[in-house]
């Protein structure tokens, strides 16, 4: 009992003292600090400016591309487009695509002579799609012992839209490439997609699945 | 002797940058122990060069996290944005690159993202962009593309939005809004007028961080469109997407 009203007395002193104390002078100090003691130490705060170099980033992608498109039904056509990508990391980047194409005949079209399932301008072939990519295998490709290219093999999953038939489908893209870093800016591309909607135009509605193979260029800005 | 150098580099940089490209690279002076030089713009391609601390780079180009720079030595390589945040120029000034920074979560102004979904039973493609007022508070516009299987159309919405707590990884937002939605029926069906209405909604969301600049948002959100007849549609739609913001 005694000694724990001699601990809160003691406290109560060494608070007293603490805050009775100005600012700079603390109870643990060494040196005894007594009020009005100018600073030993003056702080050195040097302002440096923060500059931001001017570094050119070359993040967004864009370029055209060329290829051939099964358009289920419809046959083959010559597909060609143009395509916006923007990196998020070295891994992850979202991509932007237009693509426009000519369907062909049907294998009824063709073997009736005549009939004509659609009109010249219903048989325009276009689409966009917004796509998230991952570049699931980085690394560089080799040409002869003296050449490193760095190269990716990426994979997309994109939705869109696809104008056919007089009708807008909603798409989903699925995707693989492989992009080919020529030199700092310039890409090439090989990529293979898959769109697929749902289409009633040969009367019952089906998921119509049109795959396309294309290359195509790109620089980076 | 450490100016002679850093002169020396500069000066060279330039003699070599001239008939390569117009614009002068940035040299800088390496604070952090060691660079480690890549040959591509990722942490998979192998280091071909390390450069002392103390040593001038110059800044050639930035992809993503990577810098492209050149040593005094004319080694050209690849260096991670992290091994380069405590840079100087020759003059000892602090060099900060561009790039996503933890901070950038609650400091940033403009973002923009494209998100799926359904829309009352219809396919729905979404493109939005949002520009915050202050941290959690945003104004927000979106275009959709809606395909549904006797109709297509579009939607177009403005609105603003709240962002509870936007310092979190993960953080719960709300919205209102107000817009047009013009559908018009399929062309394989027989001929029905299409129409324009006005639109309204109220919507909550959550959305998350994947890198620092980077989220994935997911929303639902309820319209009230607005009909020329008495009875107004109520319509349940939910889109999932990606933001990046700038």
């Known amino acids: 009992m005694d000694r724990r009203l001699h601990a809160l007395l003691l406290n109560a002193a060494v608070a007293a003292a603490t805050l009775a104390s100005p600012g700079t002078a603390r109870a643990e100090d060494p040196v005894g600090a007594s009020p009005g003691t100018p600073q030993v130490v003056e702080p050195r705060v040097a302002r440096r400016e923060v500059k931001a170099p001017a570094i050119d980033t070359e993040n967004f992608e864009g370029g055209l591309f060329v290829g051939t498109v099964s358009i289920e039904d419809f046959g083959s056509s010559l597909l060609y487009g143009a395509r916006i990508a923007y990196h998020f990391t070295e891994d992850v980047f979202a991509e932007a695509t237009l693509g426009s194409a000519k369907a062909g005949n049907t294998s009824y079209e063709d073997l009736s002579g005549s009939a004509q399932l659609l009109t010249d301008s219903e048989r325009q072939y276009t689409y966009y799609d917004l796509a998230l990519g991952w570049n699931a295998l980085p690394g560089e490709s080799f040409f002869g012992s003296r050449r490193a290219m760095p190269s990716a093999v990426y994979f997309t999953l994109g939705a869109g839209s696809t104008r056919f038939g007089g009708d807008d489908h909603f798409t989903v893209t699925l995707g693989s490439g492989y992009r080919l870093l020529m030199n700092d800016w310039l890409a090439a591309h090989l990529d293979v997609r898959n769109q697929m909607f749902d289409s009633d135009l040969l009367g019952k509605d089906k998921l119509t699945q049109n795959l396309q193979f294309s290359i195509g260029l790109t620089a980076f800005f | ?246």
């Open chain 2, 1 to 246: 002797m450490h100016r002679v150098v850093v002169t020396a580099c500069l000066l060279a940089g330039v003699l070599h940058a001239a008939p390569a490209s117009a614009s002068s690279a940035e040299s800088v002076v390496v604070q952090d122990p060691y660079l480690e030089l890549h040959s591509g713009p990722g942490r998979g391609f192998p280091v071909t060069q390390v450069v002392d601390r103390g040593a001038s780079v110059e800044l050639l180009r930035q992809r993503t996290d990577w810098i492209k720079v050149r040593t005094g030595r004319d080694h050209e390589g690849w260096v991670n944005r992290s091994q380069l945040e405590r840079t100087l120029t020759g003059d000892g000034d602090e060099v900060r690159l561009p790039g996503p920074t933890a901070e950038a979560r609650t400091e940033h102004r403009w973002e923009a993202g494209v998100g799926a979904g359904d829309f009352d039973g219809a396919d729905v493609v979404t493109v939005a962009a949002s520009y915050a007022l202050n941290d959690s508070l945003y104004l927000r516009a979106d275009v959709s593309q809606l395909f549904g299987e006797f109709s297509n159309g579009w939607l177009g919405t403005a609105g603003i939005g709240h962002i509870f707590m936007p310092q979190w990884r993960v953080s719960p937002f709300v919205g209102i809004g107000a817009g047009w939605v013009y559908v018009e029926p399929s062309a394989t069906l027989v001929e029905a007028p299409s129409r324009s209405n006005q639109a309204a909604y109220a919507g909550a969301g959550l959305r998350g961080y994947l890198s620092n600049r980077f989220l994935l948002q997911a929303e639902y959100r309820q319209y009230l469109i607005f009909m020329d007849t008495n009875d107004n549609e109520v319509i349940n739609a939910w889109t999932v997407g990606f933001t990046h913001f700038f």
